[in-house]
């Protein structure tokens, strides 16, 4: 089997809420077919340009926000630079004009209602994500491309070979975790440092605790805008934002700082019982999943909609494990990488594909495995960690009510990464030798249990949660 190159940066990717399938996908492959555009036919007129949904794009996209990321990415917007304060004025004033500027150029007319068509029957082979973008052009010539949101963020054109990353040749490849592991005996090195020796294939040492550093910094910034941040979530069900006011009530209503580190320096003040301890988690998770249901920036971890597990396990060994260190945040960050990886190989990321497990335990495996190394566990313990973790939530849904990113996706996040931290736990106090299931064997069993799952529960809104509370978006 060929060795896919996959860097840590491509599981964690800085862009805008509520999903990394169905908002930063459909994003991207927008940005690419303007490139497309603005490559090939600079010296025609664009007359039009229609976007077609398929699968279940179609289906939660409304929910998802993936209307608006098509307008952001047609405007030549960048998902991770972008004020996200400017995107409700930006959709409003293409709605009303009924125009859009494509990659910021002449304006062309454009209207949401029937230039982007929900295709809610249809579904594209390859993958239930699917988007097509047609253009036409004054002297009479039309264009298409297709493009698969395979979650993540991840985007594969129609027809589109290997990309120049997965020809990269990285010094130890991996596919798999016993690759992994190999390659940590064989060395002696931890996993956090093989990733780190596959990295410099792209770029320094230098440059990817830099991008790494970025990365914590969006997470931390998140964290902590969340646990301030008050009032309803968007889109119609009226949630209630609860981060707020736990944040408040577990520092007892004290408000007297004003940064980050002077709010980490009252969390640890307030003592480290093991409630106070879990009501963080909770608080941590909710704070960034609040953010991400908002349009807010995130980081996917591996994905938007479990975009609050890893900060919350992150930031629990900075407060409470005396994690608070660059270097060591920076290789929390690779392990968690490497394992988010090894699944996406092996099995999906994809909530389209393979339900909430893919999302929700993915992210909780990751973030085991991570605070497992972090904490002084061994290679085998911290891939331990993540195979507890996974193998409890085997089988979950994706059931988003009204398709929304809301009910349950945020509370879910919450107990993954209370999961990771038991998980984290028992493989600490144990003895992989003697372990009954492997890492590999759990993955493998993941994308067997996805090939099974019905579509309905495979973010489609169709089953579960989302009929048994009957909301649709037209009510809301």
């Given at each position: 089997m060929p060795h896919e190159a996959i860097s840590a940066?491509?599981?964690?990717?800085?862009?805008?809420?509520?999903?990394?399938?169905?908002?930063?996908?459909?994003?991207?492959?927008?940005?690419?077919?303007?490139?497309?555009?603005?490559?090939?036919?600079?010296?025609?007129?664009?007359?039009?340009?229609?976007?077609?949904?398929?699968?279940?794009?179609?289906?939660?996209?409304?929910?998802?926000?993936?209307d608006i990321a098509v307008l952001m990415g047609l405007c030549g917007e960048n998902p991770e630079t972008i004020d996200v304060d400017s995107i409700t004025p930006k959709v409003k004033a293409i709605t009303t004009n009924k125009q859009i500027l494509i990659g910021g150029g002449k304006?062309?007319?454009?209207?949401?209602?029937?230039?982007?068509?929900?295709?809610?029957?249809?579904?594209?082979?390859?993958?239930?994500?699917?988007?097509?973008?047609?253009?036409?052009?004054?002297?009479?010539?039309?264009?298409?491309?297709?493009?698969?949101?395979?979650?993540?963020?991840?985007?594969?054109?129609?027809?589109?070979?290997?990309?120049?990353?997965?020809?990269?040749?990285?010094?130890?490849?991996?596919?798999?975790a016993n690759d992994l592991l190999h390659w940590c005996i064989k060395t002696g090195f931890a996993i956090y440092e093989v990733v780190m020796e596959n990295e410099n294939a792209w770029r320094s040492d230098a440059d990817t605790?830099?991008?790494?550093?970025?990365?914590?910094?969006?997470?931390?910034?998140?964290?902590?805008?969340?646990?301030?941040?008050?009032?309803?979530?968007?889109?119609?069900?009226?949630?209630?934002?609860?981060?707020?006011?736990?944040?408040?009530?577990?520092l007892c209503g004290e408000t007297h700082y004003t940064n980050y580190d002077e709010w980490l320096q009252l969390i640890r003040d307030k003592g480290n019982s093991f409630q106070y301890i879990l009501d963080w988690v909770s608080c941590f998770a909710l704070a960034v999943n609040e953010e991400n249901a908002s349009f807010g920036r995130v980081v996917t971890a591996p994905t938007n909609g479990a975009a609050g597990v890893i900060p919350a396990v992150l930031q629990y060994f900075i407060c409470f494990c005396n994690g608070y260190d660059d270097e060591k945040i920076i290789r929390f960050l690779l392990t968690a990488a490497e394992i988010g990886s090894i699944f996406k190989k092996g099995a999906t990321i994809s909530a389209a594909m393979g339900g909430c497990q893919a999302e929700i335990g993915v992210s909780s495996a990751m973030a085991a495995a991570a605070l497992t190394e972090s904490l002084g566990g061994t290679q085998k313990q911290a891939m331990m960690a993540a195979e507890i973790a996974m193998e409890h939530h085997l089988g979950l849904t994706c059931d988003p009510v009204a398709g929304l990113v809301q009910v349950p996706c945020i509370e879910r996040n919450t107990m993954g990464a209370i999961k990771a931290i038991t998980a984290s736990q028992l493989a600490l106090q144990s003895a992989p030798d003697y372990a009954k299931v492997s890492l590999d064997n759990v993955i493998k069993t993941m994308w067997n249990t996805a090939l099974d799952m019905n579509s309905k529960y495979k973010e489609t809104a169709d089953g579960g949660l989302a009929v048994a509370i009957p909301i649709s978006l037209s009510e809301c």
């Open positions: 940066f491509d599981m964690f990717k800085i862009g805008v809420g509520p999903s990394s399938s169905h908002t930063l996908g459909p994003w991207k492959a927008a940005l690419r077919f303007v490139h497309t555009i603005e490559t090939n036919y600079t010296g025609t007129s664009l007359q039009s340009v229609t976007v077609l949904l398929y699968g279940s794009l179609a289906k939660t996209g409304k929910g998802h926000g993936t304006p062309v007319a454009y209207d949401p209602l029937t230039n982007l068509q929900f295709l809610f029957t249809e579904t594209l082979p390859f993958h239930p994500n699917g988007i097509s973008f047609l253009a036409a052009f004054s002297n009479g010539e039309t264009i298409s491309e297709t493009y698969y949101s395979i979650g993540g963020g991840f985007v594969v054109k129609e027809g589109e070979g290997q990309s120049s990353k997965d020809a990269v040749q990285l010094p130890f490849p991996i596919n798999t605790k830099k991008g790494m550093l970025r990365i914590w910094h969006t997470m931390r910034d998140c964290t902590y805008r969340g646990c301030h941040n008050r009032g309803e979530l968007p889109g119609g069900l009226h949630v209630r934002r609860r981060a707020a006011d736990l944040n408040k009530k577990l």
